[in-house]
Nanobody, 122 residues
């Protein structure tokens, strides 16, 4: 009931910046939080940052001070501003939203976008 579409991934040199966007549609009024995860080849998916409907933010230690998560006023689009990028930031970045899913009958369901590739290389 929620659809997520990520954009903004690109090839960037170390030390560069990118801004990722995640647009939500569908039952957006039920969304409790949104966030960003990433998965590098051969590694598990890990939390990068998230933001609740109340505006509280949370960051992984490895991006704290470099990345910033934000949202628009309608709470339908979430951004991830990534600064001072490192080669180890290379991964597929996935948008996440927690909200209702009537198809499975739960109030807090994890929705996922299809991902956007971020590559940091010289």
């Amino acid at each position: 009931q929620v659809q997520l579409v990520e954009s903004g991934g690109d090839l960037v040199q170390p030390g560069g910046s990118l801004r990722l966007s995640c647009a939500a549609s569908g039952s957006i009024s039920s969304i409790k939080s949104m966030g960003w995860y990433r998965q590098a080849p051969g590694k598990q998916r890990e939390l990068v940052a998230d933001i609740t409907s109340g505006g509280n933010t949370n960051y992984a230690d490895f991006v704290k001070g470099r990345f910033t998560i934000s949202r628009d006023n309608a709470k339908t689009t979430v951004y991830l501003q990534m600064n001072r990028l490192k080669p180890e930031d290379t991964a597929v970045y996935y948008c996440n939203a927690v909200g209702m899913n009537l198809r499975v009958g739960v109030f807090e369901y994890d929705y996922w976008g299809q991902g956007t590739q971020v590559t940091v290389s010289s």
